[in-house]
């Protein structure tokens, strides 16, 4: 049984997923700081409020932090653009050029020299117009 967990462990492709995860979650870290740090702060010099994810409304009290939602929506935008340019199409141009076309079958017929009809490779003589080949 540890046997069959060490081999399924040892797999390619699940230790590829596990660095992808972790990648990907500090990936999406960085983004968040970045959207939080660097371009909230941008966006919000535009819109005039001092802090983009202080943007809020009140409703009988209640607070709708619409600034976060902006800010996870920024994040998402940014993450996702990021994983289709550097992951998605690099991936799709190397499996395009690793696609190999199969080579064509071997022929089992070939043409007759007299009447041009099909006839097969192993043929002596020609089934159409009886000449021999």
Same mark, same amino acid.
């Given at each position: 049984?540890?046997?069959? !967990? +060490?081999?399924? #462990?040892?797999?390619?492709?699940?230790?590829?997923?596990?660095?992808?995860?972790?990648?990907?979650?500090? !990936?999406?870290?960085?983004?968040?700081?970045? =959207?939080?740090? @660097?371009? =909230?702060?941008?966006?919000?010099?535009?819109?005039?409020?001092?802090?983009?994810?202080?943007?809020?409304?009140?409703?009988?009290?209640?607070? !709708?932090?619409?600034?976060? !939602?902006?800010n996870a929506i920024i994040s998402f935008l940014l993450i996702? =653009?990021?994983?289709?340019?550097?992951?998605? @199409?690099?991936?799709?141009? #190397?499996? =395009?050029?690793? +696609?190999?076309?199969?080579?064509?079958?071997?022929?089992t017929t070939k043409k007759c020299p007299? *009447? @041009?009809?099909?006839?097969?490779?192993?043929? +002596?003589? *020609?089934?159409? *117009?009886?000449?021999?080949?």
């Amino acid at each position: 049984m540890a046997g069959g !967990f +060490k081999q399924f #462990l040892l797999r390619g492709n699940v230790v590829d997923l596990a660095v992808g995860v972790v990648v990907g979650a500090a !990936f999406g870290a960085v983004v968040t700081e970045f =959207t939080k740090d @660097l371009l =909230t702060p941008l966006i919000a010099a535009v819109v005039g409020k001092p802090d983009f994810s202080n943007i809020h409304f009140e409703v009988n009290g209640s607070k !709708f932090l619409v600034g976060s !939602f902006f800010n996870a929506i920024i994040s998402f935008l940014l993450i996702s =653009t990021a994983v289709y340019f550097f992951v998605v @199409l690099p991936v799709n141009a #190397l499996m =395009t050029r690793a +696609k190999n076309e199969p080579p064509p079958p071997d022929p089992t017929t070939k043409k007759c020299p007299e *009447c @041009l009809s099909e006839i097969p490779i192993a043929a +002596k003589r *020609c089934a159409f *117009c009886t000449s021999q080949i």
